[in-house]
């Protein structure tokens, strides 16, 4: 029997490589930066032909693979395990294809596109808790949506906002959204419960659908990436429409507002999750007291540890990280009424040891959850205090 031809391709919803050349079971290629000028390393590519073969994939350009190796997806892209760090030689990994294996994905990762939210923002509709809005529609015509959850029924002691994939490679964290989200909607926790009586959530899954979808890194897109799009007059469609909505919708009880972001591939800083410090003393105090509920109130299987806290002038988080423009939570920190104002960095494959990944993360989306609640509980026993 004649072996198939080797195809590699991204022809797919948040694909994205360039295939060098393909000699014998050794493939080169390297990530597709397209409009970002620094190197990044979101890459997703589809496998066919291979069943029966062992194949290496090398990656020419930089650093492309993280602590656990690459993910891979058996379904479509549906659900994704990693392929563990034995699977990998420096910058290049191999993996032998079964006969079953017709049809694989690989990523850096494990994608989440518009089809998961789709799919789980369906299994919600039937909820009181949960309905969707128009945000905008990108440059490329795709229509951005917005969840509002929680106390939808009568007018909300709080609100709190968040907001996902302002770069959009940072997929990560969308998982850790749809944990938070289903929380609120539906879970019989106490916790969960006050917060259907008393708080509004509005949600963003994607502030950078187009590259979601398209498979852009997102992070350094040129000339302005949607996550330092909230300086100045924004360029994007999306961050121009939260900008103008967030202060209306707020109505003054905007408490908490929650970016959520993937860090670096790997190492200091990057296999920890944790708050990017606010350089403003009061907002990085407000930040340190959420830290020490989330880390008091935390069940999953991710460690999150106050101790990790980013305090502004430290590392990356300086001043020289947002001269290309402001972020969401800096910008949303300067709204009336708003506690905490926050980045939260979830990484993408090992939290303090633990294994991030699908379920973790969303996981980890519950406990953020219910750390709010104590977070607000706690604002309004304040507020009764003598
Ligand atoms: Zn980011």
């Known amino acids: 029997m004649t072996k198939q031809q080797l195809q590699i391709d991204c022809n797919f919803p948040g694909g994205n490589i360039v295939v060098e050349d393909i000699a014998g079971a050794t493939v080169h290629l390297h990530q597709d930066l397209r409009d970002t000028r620094q190197d990044w390393f979101y890459w997703c590519f589809r496998v066919r032909g291979a069943a029966g073969r062992t194949v290496q994939f090398v990656f020419t350009k930089s650093r492309a693979l993280g602590v656990r190796g690459p993910a891979v997806s058996r379904d479509q892209g549906s659900t994704w395990q990693w392929l563990g760090a034995a699977a990998v030689q420096d910058n290049a990994f191999s993996y032998a294809f079964t006969e079953q294996d017709e049809d694989l994905r690989f990523s850096f990762g494990m994608p989440y596109q518009a089809s998961h939210w789709r799919c789980f923002a369906d299994s919600l509709q039937a909820t009181p808790h949960f309905a969707l809005q128009p945000l905008c529609a990108t440059t490329k015509g795709r229509a951005v949506e917005y969840a509002v959850l929680g106390c939808l029924q009568h007018v909300p002691a709080y609100r709190v906002a968040l907001a996902c994939r302002h770069h959009c490679c940072e997929m990560m964290a969308s998982y850790a959204l749809e944990g938070l989200i289903a929380w609120v909607v539906q879970d019989a926790d106490a916790g969960a419960a006050w917060l259907r009586d008393n708080v509004q959530f509005l949600c963003v899954p994607f502030a950078d659908l187009d590259g979601v979808e398209d498979g852009d890194q997102g992070k350094g897109r040129h000339p302005r990436d949607h ?114 104002g926050t980045a939260l960095e979830i990484p993408y494959a090992n939290a303090r040891g633990a294994e991030v990944n699908q379920i973790s993360a969303r996981q980890f989306g519950r406990d953020l959850a219910a750390a709010i609640a104590v977070y607000l509980k706690e604002t309004k026993e304040d507020q009764h205090s003598p």
């Open 227 to 340: 996550g330092r799009d909230y300086a100045g007059v924004s360029i994007h469609a999306a961050t121009a429409a939260l900008r103008a909505l967030l202060p209306a919708w707020s109505a003054g009880r905007l408490r908490v507002a929650i970016d959520l972001h993937c860090p670096w591939l790997a190492g200091e800083h990057n296999e920890a999750l944790y708050l990017v410090g606010a350089e403003d003393p009061r907002a990085a105090r407000a930040q340190r007291h959420f830290s020490a509920i989330l880390e008091a109130v935390q069940t999953g299987p991710l460690h999150f540890s106050a101790a990790d806290y980013l305090p502004f002038g430290c590392a990356w988080n300086t001043n020289t990280n947002t001269t290309g423009g402001q972020g969401f939570a800096r910008w949303a920190r300067t709204l009336p009424g708003i506690d905490l």
